[in-house]
């Protein structure tokens, strides 16, 4: 039985997505931050830490390509580098993300951009963000601002647009050479609420924010996840 659903996966029909839904803007969000084309288009992949990043990865990010494609990705792990690859294995998935604009192969200064439709749309344009700021972004403890939202960007065009997107959201954020940022718990507390993001490791880390506790390092974290506190997420 196991064999025939593989085989049956496998010779799945690939779907191509409507670009304005927010499935496919929080997707794209994704790539922006952590995905590639395979620069013999032989598919696109998404890489995460293979602890803190494990159940974004099998649950969220696994869930969405099931939707937008219609097929199951494989999941490829590196205990050396601490590595998950997300993978769809389709030359016309990256087709249809070359054809949109993502540069194939390794990412160039300059060559990321946010597609201008999602800014007609701020439920989507929400989305999109939502994408980067899971795989890219983070949240620690500051001592005197007890929080800092951050997205590491070094993409300049891509920067300034996410800085522009976050304001049109009602975030003013500020910019440095290698990310957006903004600080302070009500701050960060309406981040999260626009937002929503939804990878475990940084919804764990603001759930301690809201208790009033110190917000655990990302060591701290997967520490934390090795011991099995967070199981159930």
Do not use: W
Request: aromatic share 12%; proline share 3%.
């Amino acid at each position: 039985m196991l064999s025939f659903f593989i085989y049956s996966v496998k010779r799945q029909k690939i779907k191509i997505p409507n670009i304005n839904t927010t499935e496919f803007a929080e997707f794209y969000g994704i790539m922006l931050g952590d995905g590639c084309i395979y620069s013999n288009m032989s598919g696109i992949c998404v890489a995460g830490h293979s602890v803190l990043d494990y159940m974004y990865h099998k649950n969220r990010l696994g869930l969405l390509i099931r939707i937008l494609f219609g097929i199951e990705p494989k999941y490829y792990y590196s205990k050396d580098q601490k590595l998950i690859r997300t993978v769809v294995y389709s030359r016309e998935v990256a087709k249809f993300f070359k054809e949109l604009g993502f540069p194939v192969g390794l990412k160039k200064e300059s060559t990321l951009v946010i597609p201008s439709i999602f800014f007609s749309n701020k439920n989507i344009l929400k989305s999109c963000i939502r994408g980067l700021y899971d795989t890219d972004g983070t949240i620690y403890h500051h001592k005197g601002a007890k929080s800092i939202i951050e997205i590491s960007i070094t993409d300049l065009t891509l920067k300034e647009m996410t800085r522009k997107a976050l304001e049109l959201l009602g975030l003013n954020v500020k910019k440095t050479t290698k990310r957006v940022y903004l600080s302070g718990k009500e701050k960060t507390i309406n981040f999260f609420n626009e937002i929503l993001p939804a990878n475990p490791r940084h919804t764990i880390k603001f759930s301690y924010l809201l208790k009033g506790e110190k917000i655990p390092s990302s060591i701290e974290i997967e520490n934390y996840i090795k011991q099995g506190k967070f199981n159930s997420i």
